[in-house]
C-alpha cells in the first residue's frame, strides 16, 4: 500500500478507498473462522425425541449447566 501525503483534511477525505468489496469479504469470512474457534458450540446437534415433558427439561437443565461451566 502507498505511502501518501495530504496538504489538508478536506483533501484527506476526497481520497478514493483502495480497498475492493472482495477484501472486505474476506475479512468476513476470516472472523467467522476465528468466531467458530472462539465460541464453541453451545447445544449439542441432532434431533432429540422426549417421552414426557419433565425428561425435555432435565435435558435442557443439563446442557445448560454445561453452557454455564
Not at 12 to 20: E, H, L, S, Y
Not at 39 to 57: H, I, M, N, S, W
Amino acid at each position: 500500500m502507498p505511502v501518501t501525503k495530504f496538504r489538508s483534511a478536506e483533501e484527506m477525505n476526497a481520497t478514493p478507498v483502495v480497498a475492493g468489496p472482495a477484501d472486505d469479504v474476506g475479512r468476513f469470512l476470516r472472523h467467522c473462522a476465528r468466531f467458530r474457534l472462539i465460541a464453541p458450540r453451545t447445544y449439542p446437534r441432532g434431533v432429540f425425541k422426549f417421552r414426557d415433558l419433565p425428561e425435555a427439561q432435565a435435558a435442557r437443565a443439563r446442557d445448560s449447566l454445561r453452557r454455564n461451566k
